[in-house]
């Protein structure tokens, strides 16, 4: 990305001979060494490249990179110019203006021509260029400026990363145990015996057994895992005011996937009559009615879970004495509108998580992570002895170099990131295939993501990072079912344990539930294993 424009600059009074022999010397400083400043390769820094003197003007061609951009050089230059002309000669500046700027990308993006600044788009070559307004110097100062230069940078680091969304890395897998991989999908199982009943696209209800189940491995993970390492248990709001998403970067990122709530218009039920009336003679009701008597949405469904961690502590300043906070969330389920990836209960629209935060300073949020981490693989690999694997993904926001070729390079997991944890299923095909494994969980070190934006504070002015790991629990029982099955002879021992320390609660069966003869018969062999 390359930025050019004119910058004028025009003085209180004209400029003669002297003044221009300095001006000159000035302009060779600038483009030797203040200029570079701050940058290490010459495509970063900025330049003049020719000027010329009217009167009182001084019009300076400048080209700019990527780290010191136009209204940094811009302000530099007036800078040097002020700080040596106005002293010696008695001269000030009563004006600058860059006109005529140019982004040159090297990617083709597009950008919303509704935006501040944003004049016109054209490509040339397959290159964009995007030409802004004439800008001044407050509009170089303003927040909305710097934002909008942010937004053409990330637009062209996220064409060169070629749509994909992040980087994987193999970090770390288990030995291959599996010898006779299990063909069924245990979705379907679990849906075949009437442990779950789907009630709409993506959403299911988990009948007593299931939950259960799901409820002794929730019990087992927060054992085993989340309370040694000494986290308390807090109850998070699910739905969220739009304000926060903006703040933690979810409207801007996932806004796709995204699920929205509205309040009703009014609270008055006579206002509501003639839908009330249509309801009651058609017996139906039309969403593009409903929508009339509904305000526009004002809150997001819960998407990431800890996204409450980071407003509680938004401008607050917390010391030594608390930190590192260590909180976990289990109150609720998270809503993720998938499309069409929906499968079973192992990809839904609504889904449950334990969802574990940390807030604390930068080696007390690595620490953490690593004992968490260390939790996690014995969790995986002794506690419910999985065939897993960890990788460290890269989201493009987080690439530093902004470059997509596949790197041979040492991985620093010590910087924030995030690591996944995958296990095989094998119902859906041999372990050496990438798509057969399932993302049962993760851990991410955000660095100052969230403190930044929510102003969370350290009373010494130190750094404050967070953390957050999701335990999605649909997802480790489908890992579980999927190598192990339904046979409770197979199940991890401390597992079984956990699963009878309560009697098991009825299956629910009548005359047309569950809805197959076959899966009727399924329950009842499963079942048999389920006395004690
Ligand atoms: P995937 O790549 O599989 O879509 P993700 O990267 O979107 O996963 P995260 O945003 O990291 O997942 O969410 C954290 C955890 O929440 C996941 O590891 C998983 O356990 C769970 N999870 C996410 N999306 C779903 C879903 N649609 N259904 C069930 N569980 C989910
Ligand atoms: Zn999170
Ligand atoms: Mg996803």
Redesign the pocket.
């Not at 990131?417 to 399932?438: M, S, V």
């Not at 192990?484 to 991890?492: E, L, Q, Y």
């Given at each position: 990305m390359i930025f050019t424009g004119t910058l004028e600059i025009t003085f209180n009074k004209p400029l003669n001979n002297e003044m221009v022999n300095d001006i000159v010397k000035l302009i060779e400083f600038l483009n030797r060494d203040y200029l570079k400043r701050g940058t290490r390769k010459a495509e970063e820094a900025a330049s003049i490249k020719e000027y010329k003197i009217n009167s009182n003007v001084l019009i300076i061609k400048i080209e700019t990179g990527s780290k010191v951009r136009p209204d940094e050089a811009s302000l530099r230059i007036k800078n040097v110019l002020a700080s040596n002309l106005g002293p010696k000669y008695k001269i000030g500046i009563r004006n600058l203006v860059l006109k005529d700027v140019k982004v040159i990308m090297e990617s083709k993006i597009s950008i919303s021509l509704k935006l501040p600044f944003v004049k016109n788009i054209t490509v040339e070559d397959g290159k964009n260029l995007i030409e802004l307004s004439e800008l001044h110097e407050d509009d170089l100062r303003k927040p909305v400026f710097l934002r909008l230069i942010r937004l053409i940078e990330e637009k062209e680091k996220r064409a060169k990363w070629g749509g994909k969304a992040e980087h994987w890395t193999l970090i770390k897998s288990s030995r291959i145990k599996i010898e006779k991989p299990i063909s069924e999908d245990p979705n379907k199982i679990l849906e075949d015996i009437g442990w779950i009943k789907r009630m709409s696209i993506?959403q299911w209800l988990f009948t007593p057994p299931l939950t259960h189940l799901i409820n002794a491995l929730k019990k087992l993970f927060l054992d085993e895992v989340v309370k040694p390492l000494g986290f308390q248990e807090a109850i998070f709001p699910k739905i969220y005011p739009l304000e926060v998403g903006l703040k933690t970067g979810h409207l801007k990122g996932v806004i796709n996937s995204m699920m929205f709530a509205s309040l009703p218009k009014s609270y008055d039920i006579s206002e509501y009559e003639e839908l009330i009336d249509y309801m009651y003679v058609m017996d139906e009701i039309e969403p593009e009615e409903l929508q009339k008597y509904l305000k526009p949405p004002t809150y997001f469904l819960c998407f990431?879970q800890c996204e409450p961690f980071y407003w509680f502590f938004e401008n607050e300043i917390v010391d030594d004495s608390i930190l590192p906070v260590k909180w976990y969330d289990m109150s609720g389920p998270?809503y993720?509108w998938?499309a069409g990836?929906i499968h079973g209960?192992?990809?839904?629209?609504e889904?449950h998580?334990i969802e574990v935060v940390w807030l604390g300073k930068p080696e007390q949020v690595i620490d953490v992570r690593n004992k968490l981490l260390e939790g996690y693989e014995k969790f995986m690999d002794q506690v419910l002895d999985l065939e897993w694997r960890m990788a460290w993904v890269t989201p493009w926001f987080y690439e530093q170099s902004g470059t997509v070729e596949e790197e041979e390079r040492e991985i620093n997991i010590n910087v924030p990131g995030?690591i996944?944890?995958e296990a095989w299923l094998p119902y859906r095909g041999p372990r050496e295939d990438n798509k057969n494994w399932?993302?049962?969980?993760?851990i991410s070190i955000h660095g100052t993501k969230f403190t930044e934006p929510f102003k969370v504070k350290h009373n010494k002015g130190e750094t404050l990072w967070t953390g957050c790991s999701?335990?999605?629990t649909?997802?480790?029982l489908i890992a579980l079912l999927a190598q192990k099955g339904f046979d409770i002879d197979n199940w991890p021992k401390k597992f079984v344990d956990y699963v009878k320390e309560t009697p098991f609660p009825q299956s629910i069966s009548t005359v047309s539930y569950p809805k197959t003869k076959e899966g009727k018969v399924l329950l009842d062999k499963i079942l048999s294993k389920f006395r004690w």
């Amino acid at each position: 990305m390359i930025f050019t424009g004119t910058l004028e600059i025009t003085f209180n009074k004209p400029l003669n001979n002297e003044m221009v022999n300095d001006i000159v010397k000035l302009i060779e400083f600038l483009n030797r060494d203040y200029l570079k400043r701050g940058t290490r390769k010459a495509e970063e820094a900025a330049s003049i490249k020719e000027y010329k003197i009217n009167s009182n003007v001084l019009i300076i061609k400048i080209e700019t990179g990527s780290k010191v951009r136009p209204d940094e050089a811009s302000l530099r230059i007036k800078n040097v110019l002020a700080s040596n002309l106005g002293p010696k000669y008695k001269i000030g500046i009563r004006n600058l203006v860059l006109k005529d700027v140019k982004v040159i990308m090297e990617s083709k993006i597009s950008i919303s021509l509704k935006l501040p600044f944003v004049k016109n788009i054209t490509v040339e070559d397959g290159k964009n260029l995007i030409e802004l307004s004439e800008l001044h110097e407050d509009d170089l100062r303003k927040p909305v400026f710097l934002r909008l230069i942010r937004l053409i940078e990330e637009k062209e680091k996220r064409a060169k990363w070629g749509g994909k969304a992040e980087h994987w890395t193999l970090i770390k897998s288990s030995r291959i145990k599996i010898e006779k991989p299990i063909s069924e999908d245990p979705n379907k199982i679990l849906e075949d015996i009437g442990w779950i009943k789907r009630m709409s696209i993506g959403q299911w209800l988990f009948t007593p057994p299931l939950t259960h189940l799901i409820n002794a491995l929730k019990k087992l993970f927060l054992d085993e895992v989340v309370k040694p390492l000494g986290f308390q248990e807090a109850i998070f709001p699910k739905i969220y005011p739009l304000e926060v998403g903006l703040k933690t970067g979810h409207l801007k990122g996932v806004i796709n996937s995204m699920m929205f709530a509205s309040l009703p218009k009014s609270y008055d039920i006579s206002e509501y009559e003639e839908l009330i009336d249509y309801m009651y003679v058609m017996d139906e009701i039309e969403p593009e009615e409903l929508q009339k008597y509904l305000k526009p949405p004002t809150y997001f469904l819960c998407f990431a879970q800890c996204e409450p961690f980071y407003w509680f502590f938004e401008n607050e300043i917390v010391d030594d004495s608390i930190l590192p906070v260590k909180w976990y969330d289990m109150s609720g389920p998270s809503y993720r509108w998938e499309a069409g990836g929906i499968h079973g209960i192992e990809r839904v629209i609504e889904f449950h998580r334990i969802e574990v935060v940390w807030l604390g300073k930068p080696e007390q949020v690595i620490d953490v992570r690593n004992k968490l981490l260390e939790g996690y693989e014995k969790f995986m690999d002794q506690v419910l002895d999985l065939e897993w694997r960890m990788a460290w993904v890269t989201p493009w926001f987080y690439e530093q170099s902004g470059t997509v070729e596949e790197e041979e390079r040492e991985i620093n997991i010590n910087v924030p990131g995030t690591i996944d944890f995958e296990a095989w299923l094998p119902y859906r095909g041999p372990r050496e295939d990438n798509k057969n494994w399932l993302e049962i969980g993760n851990i991410s070190i955000h660095g100052t993501k969230f403190t930044e934006p929510f102003k969370v504070k350290h009373n010494k002015g130190e750094t404050l990072w967070t953390g957050c790991s999701g335990f999605g629990t649909e997802r480790w029982l489908i890992a579980l079912l999927a190598q192990k099955g339904f046979d409770i002879d197979n199940w991890p021992k401390k597992f079984v344990d956990y699963v009878k320390e309560t009697p098991f609660p009825q299956s629910i069966s009548t005359v047309s539930y569950p809805k197959t003869k076959e899966g009727k018969v399924l329950l009842d062999k499963i079942l048999s294993k389920f006395r004690w």
